[in-house]
């Protein structure tokens, strides 16, 4: 069982699969471990890659927005992604390549012991809550897996493109609050 250092070493170190190639930096993650809450992307974008940071570009700065009012800040959660490495031209990750690089999170994850996982986008819920997730529909709504409570947002990409989705996402997120409150204190 690695500790958290080894395993990011490990994880920086990675050619499990093929996204290796033309990554710049690794990005394993960003945060506060112990806050008990676990933000999870599908894949570093452009500016992630070139930084090693999550969720830096556009899109980044709208969610750093939008938790802020929710009084958060990275202090308060902990950010990772489904790959740790770009996929060219930001598209999905294939599952071949999720498949190579879930371990990785399933140790953050055991290592974190997280009280609430907030997958961002259609791809982390459908590899995370369940594999016919729909986010349209679904997005907001909490499900129980092993003793951790889960929940899906729309990606701020997504919200980026269409800014209709707004108010739904801060129903959702108002949600969030109540929940980190009753079980994060
Ligand atoms: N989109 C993601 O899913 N993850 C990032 O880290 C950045 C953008
Ligand atoms: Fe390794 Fe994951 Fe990067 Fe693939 S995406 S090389 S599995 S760290």
């Known amino acids: 069982m690695p500790s958290w250092e080894t395993l990011k070493a490990e994880c920086l170190a990675c050619r499990k699969c093929p996204l290796c ?3 710049h930096n690794v990005v394993f993650g960003d945060g506060n471990p112990d806050s ?3 933000f999870i992307g599908e894949g ?10 999550p969720f830096v570009g556009r899109a980044g700065k709208l969610l750093d927005d ?6 958060l800040d990275r202090t308060g959660y902990y950010i990772a992604n489904i790959v740790k ?19 990785y999170l399933r140790e953050q994850v055991r290592l974190m012991k997280p009280k609430i996982i907030v997958c961002l986008g ?3 819920a459908m590899k995370l809550i369940k594999d016919n997730f729909k986010i349209t529909k679904e997005h907001g709504q909490w499900f129980e897996k092993s003793g951790i409570q889960m929940t899906a947002l729309y990606h ?9 989705k707004k108010p739904e ?9 109540a929940k980190i409150k009753e079980l994060c204190g």
């Open 169 to 177: 996402t801060f129903v959702d997120l108002k949600s969030l609050q």
């Open 44 to 53: 570093p974008g452009e500016q992630e890659d070139l930084q090693g940071i």
């Open 156 to 164: 701020p990409a997504a919200l980026l493109r269409d800014p209709n």
């Open 85 to 103: 490495c770009r996929p060219p031209g930001n598209r999905d990750p294939l599952n071949t390549e999720q498949e190579a690089c879930i371990g």
């Open 36 to 38: 008990g809450v676990l």
């Open 66 to 71: 939008m938790l802020s009012i929710i009084g």
């Open 21 to 23: 190639e033309t990554r």
């Open 122 to 124: 259609r791809i982390a």
